[in-house]
């Protein structure tokens, strides 16, 4: 992972974003604006990025996306319910088409028992209802590392929820494709069975 792949899947999802008309505000804590900066360093992409939340503290994501102060006591700052929240509120507060959250702990420092350094919690929604929570141990590969390949995987989360409503036809049409060979066989078994008597 580098600065590069962040880079070619910013300008990847600014153009799928901007064919389908869709705008995006992504809700950071422990990358602290990286995807919003990865994606604004495009130039032009100011028709598709609304805003950003930096939400760093427990108290800002209580204020700025609403989480629940009860989600933050009982499962933490890093969870999915936490991150799920963040994406939710990121969606709705901003009123856009796609929302992302980050949300974990880049270490050195900040482990918990069950709560390495190198977790991270993803989350994606859309205004269609969508929502996508993903996990990633990345491990104690540094500081800078964690928040780089956090960057990517939210980028290419935004990515696929971007393509949502395509990914459903190519599997409609591997299961129609399948059913035809299994109504053929017995055909074919139909029309051999009648040849012998005509001989």
């Known amino acids: ?16 974003c901007r064919m ?8 950071e804590s422990c990358t ?38 009860t ?28 929302a992302v959250a980050i949300t974990g702990i880049a270490g050195p420092g900040g482990a918990t028992p069950g709560k390495p350094v190198g977790l991270v919690h993803f989350a994606v929604a859309a205004r269609d209802g969508r929502i996508v929570h993903r996990e990633h141990r990345f491990g104690a590969i540094g500081r ?6 956090s960057v ?4 290419r989360m935004l990515m696929e929820l971007a393509r949502g409503p395509r990914q459903a036809k190519p599997k409609r049409a591997a299961v129609s494709r399948i059913r035809p060979r299994v109504v053929r066989t017995p055909r074919r078994h139909v029309v051999k069975r009648p040849r012998p008597p005509r001989g």
Do not use: C, H
């Not at 495009?42 to 700025?64: E, H, L, Q």
């Open 20 to 27: 389908r008309k869709l705008t995006i505000a992504t809700a």
């Open 1 to 16: 992972m580098s600065g590069s792949d962040a880079r070619a899947l910013s300008r990847s999802l600014l153009d799928l």
């Open 71 to 98: 989600t933050l006591a009982t499962f933490g700052a890093v969870s999915k319910e936490t991150a799920t929240q963040m994406a939710v509120g990121a969606l709705e507060r901003a009123g856009v088409d796609l």
């Open 144 to 149: 800078t590392a964690v928040r780089l390949r």
């Open 32 to 69: 602290g604006g990286l995807v919003a900066g990865a994606l604004t360093d495009i130039p032009g992409s100011s028709d598709v990025i609304d805003r950003g939340f930096v939400t760093y503290s427990n108290d800002a994501k209580r204020a700025m996306l609403g989480v629940r102060a």
């Open 152 to 155: 990517v995987e939210a980028l």
